[in-house]
């Protein structure tokens, strides 16, 4: 029934409602206009495949990885010497199967394009939904595509800068013996950096869910004030599930902004229920 109330609120014009079988035909058709965005990202990654591996994926299992020095030169300025310094790591990646590296290919070409065409991806599907809004509720949503985009690339680039590094680091350096070889398969790499970049890219969302949610009325300040330790287990469980594994630097990292976005979504959903109550007083003084 939501479905098919979503479908009736969708309006080719002014005039002329849609019927099921357009509204089908449209969507498909948006689908299709994404899949071959993300298609023409993947085949620009793919060409350049072996050089983004070399150079963007095994960037930060390097010691002069940019965020690497930015930290060690932060330590040094505030005076706790080389403690955020990065020990040397020599990683190496052993892939057993012999059709592993070419199926990482276009693993890495499908992932590289999907976050290139994010932006026009989410503006398609942004195409679908907004003729089944109000006029007001389109005027509430400018920039949408702007900030969902932006969001996203935010938690990419912190998993990728800041938390993939660290990572990298710790299980590098963690030894219980030094008969013990570290030497991971490429495909596993490849599998948590995915985890750690795209993953937290789609957490980063939260606010924008929290403001969506308190417009239509879900969601108050008051209840997400209320559920503060409730929420906060339950991002220690999707940090716990978006980082390969659970060691307490992982999740500190990832749970911290996902804590603070939290926090953030409280402020948003704050101010549109003063702005709701304000416009309802004045509705009912009228």
């Known amino acids: 029934m939501a479905l098919l109330d979503f479908f009736n609120r969708r309006k080719k014009d002014i005039n002329t409602e849609m019927s099921f079988i357009d509204h089908l035909e449209e969507l498909r058709w948006h689908i299709i206009r994404m899949v071959i965005a993300i298609l023409v990202g993947a085949i620009v990654v793919f060409i350049y495949v072996r050089e983004i591996v070399s ?8 010691a002069n990885f940019i965020s690497a020095q ?44 999907f976050i290139i065409a994010f ?12 003729p089944a809004l109000s006029e007001k509720e ?14 996203f690339f935010i938690g990419v680039a912190f998993g990728y800068f800041i938390l993939t590094p660290f990572m990298v680091n710790f299980y590098f350096n963690y030894t219980l013996s ?4 570290i030497m991971p398969s490429f495909s596993d790499y490849l599998e ?18 929290v403001m ?51 926090e953030a979504s409280i ?6 229920n003063k702005r709701q109550d304000a416009e309802k007083n004045q509705t009912e003084w009228s």
């Open 55 to 62: 150079k963007v994926l095994f960037a930060p299992t390097k």
């Open 70 to 113: 930015w930290l060690c030169s932060l330590g040094k300025k505030i005076g706790i010497g080389d403690t955020l310094c990065f020990p040397e790591v020599h990683a190496k990646f052993l892939e057993t199967q012999m059709t592993g590296q070419f199926i990482s290919s276009f693993t890495v070409a499908f992932i590289g394009g």
């Open 119 to 130: 932006p026009y991806v989410f503006w398609e599907f942004w195409r679908f939904v907004r």
């Open 138 to 151: 389109q005027k509430k949503t400018k920039g949408v595509i702007f900030w969902v985009s932006f969001l």
């Open 178 to 181: 030094d008969q013990i070889v």
């Open 192 to 209: 948590n950096l995915i985890y750690t970049t795209v993953g937290i890219g789609v957490l980063f969302q939260m606010p924008l869910l």
């Open 212 to 262: 969506v949610l308190a417009r239509i009325g879900i969601v108050t300040a008051k209840f997400l004030k209320k559920y503060r330790r409730h929420a906060f287990v339950i991002i220690l469980i999707a940090a716990a599930i978006i980082t390969p594994s659970t060691d307490p630097f992982s999740l500190t990292i990832v749970t911290i902004p996902l804590y603070a976005l939290y």
């Open 267 to 272: 402020i948003i959903a704050s101010r549109i």
